[in-house]
T-cell receptor, first 114, second 115 residues
């Protein structure tokens, strides 16, 4: 089975622009979670989608948004980029989206904001 | 707010030494606990998890962890490390009253094993 895939792998943007990142979960997985990884803050939860509905949300500003499609693929969008948004954005999928489920992580998208 | 603390930021060991990485969480309700590992250049992957039953759980590659509820701890152990264990290790918690996939991670511990 193919793992979680994320595109693009690298992105360079300038302040004020917006960006869309894509995540394809493992086939059959219905839950997709997004995390931001930075050297200073570590891994922080952004949001989780299950059956096209946002179920959980972390403490990020409204500039960060996401959605999930009927095939479970997910996108996250960051509008009005700031320098501090430079990070590795990780997507994880799980089969049933329960609290005991293992989350399988993708390779991440490295976003650099100049 | 719920938080996870990993006491050591960087641990350096020689091969065959024993390993124990500390993890404490702040939530008083029922939690599910995970250890993930990130080898250089690779994805985060699950080492082991605990959600009920025997508090001593065994994972892949000879790792184990013990859940001590009274100490809010979930420490990771390995009796004898190998050079290939060099990686970053993350402890994570998911509360039972969540609806699903919301992991709260510790800051991570970088392990360097000298051959």
């Amino acid at each position: 089975k193919a793992g979680v895939t994320q595109t693009p792998r690298y992105l360079i943007k300038t302040r004020g622009q917006q960006v869309t990142l894509s995540c394809s979960p493992i086939s059959g997985h219905r839950s997709v979670s997004w995390y931001q990884q930075t050297p200073g803050q570590g891994l922080q939860f952004l949001f989780e989608y299950f059956s096209e509905t946002q179920r959980n949300k972390g403490n990020f500003p409204g500039r960060f948004s996401g959605r999930q499609f009927s095939n479970s693929r997910s996108e996250m969008n960051v509008s009005t980029l700031e320098l501090g948004d430079s990070a590795l954005y990780l997507c994880a999928s799980s089969l049933r989206g329960t609290v005991t489920d293992t989350q399988y992580f993708g390779p991440g998208t490295r976003l650099t904001v100049l | 707010a719920q938080s996870v603390s990993q006491h050591n930021h960087h641990v350096i060991l020689s091969e065959a030494a024993s390993l124990e990485l500390g993890c404490n969480y702040s939530y008083g309700g029922t939690v599910n606990l995970f250890w993930y590992v990130q080898y250089p250049g690779q994805h985060l992957q699950l080492l082991l998890k605990y959600f009920s039953g025997d508090p001593l759980v065994k994972g892949i590659k000879g790792f184990e962890a013990e859940f001590i509820k009274s100490k809010f701890s979930f420490n990771l152990r390995k009796p004898s490390v190998q050079w290939s264990d060099t990686a970053e290790y993350f402890c994570a918690v998911n509360e039972n009253n969540n609806q699903g996939g919301k992991l709260i991670f510790g800051q991570g511990t970088e392990l360097s094993v000298k051959p």
